[in-house]
Nanobody, 116 residues
Framework: QVQLVESGGGLVQAGGSLRLSCAASGSILRFNVMGWYRQAPGKQREFVATISISGSTRYADSVKGRFTISRDNPKNTLYLQMNSLKPEDTAVYYC??????????WGQGTQVTVST
C-alpha cells in the first residue's frame, strides 16, 4: 500500500514562504486527484488546494494567489508552495490522494506556524 509522508513545515515569519512536500512510497499515478487540507487548533479540517492527474488545479479563496499546488509524477511527489504567509495560515497541513474508486489516503501531517 502506498504511503504519503509530508515534510517542509516549520516556523516562519508573516510574509515569508515555505514549500511543503508530500512524498509517496509508490507511484502517484494511481491518484486521479491529490491535494492539501489544513487543520488549525480547535477548528475543523479545511480544504486548501487540489490538483488532478491532468494538472487542473483548484484553490480555497483564502489561499488563492498566494499558494501554488503542483505534482511531479516521476518523483512521486506533491508540493505546496506557500508565499506571503499570514498568521491565520498556521495549522497542521495534510496531503491526500484520491484513487479512481474515490478512496482517499492521507499523510500524517506537517505543522506550519506563522508568527507575527
Amino acid at each position: 500500500q502506498v504511503q504519503l509522508v509530508e515534510s517542509g513545515g516549520g516556523l516562519v515569519q508573516a510574509g515569508g514562504s515555505l514549500r511543503l512536500s508530500c512524498a509517496a512510497s509508490g507511484s502517484i499515478l494511481r491518484f486521479n486527484v491529490m491535494g492539501w487540507y489544513r487543520q488549525a487548533p480547535g477548528k475543523q479540517r479545511e480544504f486548501v488546494a487540489t490538483i488532478s492527474i491532468s494538472g487542473s488545479t483548484r484553490y480555497a479563496d483564502s489561499v488563492k494567489g498566494r499558494f501554488t499546488i503542483s505534482r511531479d509524477n516521476p518523483k512521486n511527489t506533491l508540493y505546496l508552495q506557500m508565499n506571503s504567509l499570514k498568521p491565520e495560515d498556521t495549522a497542521v497541513y495534510y496531503c491526500h490522494g484520491d484513487d479512481r474508486w474515490s478512496s482517499r489516503m492521507w499523510g500524517q501531517g506537517t505543522q506550519v506556524t506563522v508568527s507575527t
